[in-house]
């Protein structure tokens, strides 16, 4: 017998709860903020379709995280949908956008609860993949209380999605009408194909390079945006710091209009490439020398999100070569200890923001604290999705 936690009766009702937070005060900004969004609800959002991965979370905190061989018990529990499309899509959704996602889980309690909490949530989920047996993926989180860290253990889906999952009729109906598609290079050999289709129909493709993964190569080639955690960019091009492996993506991908570095409490390096090209006639400057120039300008004396750009330049990279283009440093929110619960999913939050942000045609002074602001928000609640906020919150009037 399953355990208990897995069964309809004892898993969904917690699982696909959606808990919101309702502000205590309405300051004047807010209310207008709430004024200008009700003028343009009648307006049709943009749609973002996602492919990629789906699951469950069960998440525990502990108070430390546990040693070899000991035995502990959690100070709390909470099942949840996880999953990087999942969580991002389901960020999009919250924020307004019309979210599409496909994935595939199997038809048992979890691939319910799956479905059910992303639909809850108003993600589209019309074009998964339901497999009559297997086992839909799930994670084990440890949230460590004391470090603010957490720990993934993650069992995949079975049987995977394979190509033949798909029809040509269903991509082509899931690509329709779409603005943008996002891919976490989950389920790559399916995921390449709808991104092939997303290039030769000129919808722009966003890629959340995470770490390198199969596909990865081919789905970046076929990308106009790149989302990448901290270590990936050295990881990937082997340059010996983040602004020279920043050069060193847009000179290996010619297609990609700007790469973003998320690095946590340190707030994010965005790089893009300039349409002017080759006119621009300013001296070089090396990459590494402008995001020092670049931090001295940043205000560090403010908790709020922030941004500061350099002007369009030729950036130069030590034995990486030369890339016209414009640097932004995003800070992060400075979260109290006290309001810090948990980081899971926070990069997920970010890619979500970023998503809206191209979709609504940020500009990337404004994108990025915007999407700083809602990871941090993210940040205090437990798991990748309870903290969620919608575009209503007060918290985001500020910034939106």
Same mark, same amino acid.
């Given at each position: ?19 919101? %937070? &309702?502000?205590?005060? !309405?300051?004047? @900004? ?7 969004? *009700?003028?343009? /609800? ?107 860290? %957490? &720990?993934?253990?993650? !069992?995949?889906? @079975? ?7 798909? *029809?040509?009729? /269903? ?230």
């Amino acid at each position: 017998m399953a355990p208990t936690f897995y069964t309809t009766a004892t898993m969904l009702p917690t699982y696909i709860s959606v808990p919101s %937070r &309702t502000p205590l005060t !309405t300051t004047t @900004s807010v209310r207008r903020f709430r004024a200008k969004m *009700s003028s343009v /609800t009648q307006v049709e959002s943009p749609t973002v379709l996602g492919f990629g991965g789906v699951g469950v979370d069960l998440l525990a905190t502990v108070a430390e995280f546990p040693k070899p061989d000991d035995k502990i018990r959690s100070t709390s529990l909470k099942v949840q949908g996880g999953g990087n499309a999942g969580n991002a899509l389901t960020c999009a959704a919250r924020l307004g956008l019309n979210a599409r996602l496909i994935s595939k889980v199997a038809s048992d309690a979890q691939g319910r609860g799956i479905l059910e909490e992303l639909k809850a949530d108003g993600v589209d989920v019309s074009f998964f993949v339901v497999s009559e047996e297997g086992n839909s993926p799930f994670t084990y989180v440890i949230v460590d209380n004391q470090t603010k860290t %957490r &720990t993934c253990i993650h !069992t995949p889906g @079975s049987p995977p999605m394979v190509p033949d999952d798909i *029809s040509n009729a /269903t991509m082509l109906a899931a690509l329709a009408g779409v603005k943008l598609v996002y891919f976490d290079v989950r389920l790559p050999d399916t995921a390449l194909l709808f991104a092939h289709e997303a290039n030769r129909r000129k919808i722009p493709i966003l890629i959340d390079a995470e770490r390198p993964r199969e596909g990865l190569d081919d789905l970046l080639n076929l990308s106009d945006y790149v989302v990448c955690s901290a270590k990936f960019p050295q990881t990937w091009t082997g340059a010996p710091t983040v602004p020279s492996a920043l050069v060193s993506m847009l000179l290996r991908l010619p297609k990609v209009k700007f790469v973003i570095v998320t690095l946590g409490a340190d707030g994010c390096i965005m790089l893009q490439r300039s349409v002017e090209g080759g006119s621009v006639q300013a001296e070089e400057i090396g990459a590494d020398d402008l995001v020092e120039k670049l931090k001295c300008q940043s205000d560090s004396s403010t908790a709020t999100p922030s941004c500061v750009s350099s002007d369009v330049t030729r950036l130069h990279a030590k034995g990486v070569g030369t890339v016209c283009g414009k640097l932004f440093l995003g800070t992060a929110e400075k979260i109290p200890q006290s309001e810090l619960v948990d980081t899971t999913g926070a990069g997920d939050a970010f890619i979500g923001a970023v998503l809206y942000g191209i979709c609504t045609n940020k500009p990337p002074e404004q994108m990025l604290p915007f999407a700083a602001q809602v990871a941090a928000i993210a940040c205090r609640d437990l798991g990748a999705r309870a903290g969620l906020p919608r575009l209503t919150d007060p918290r985001l009037a500020p910034l939106s």
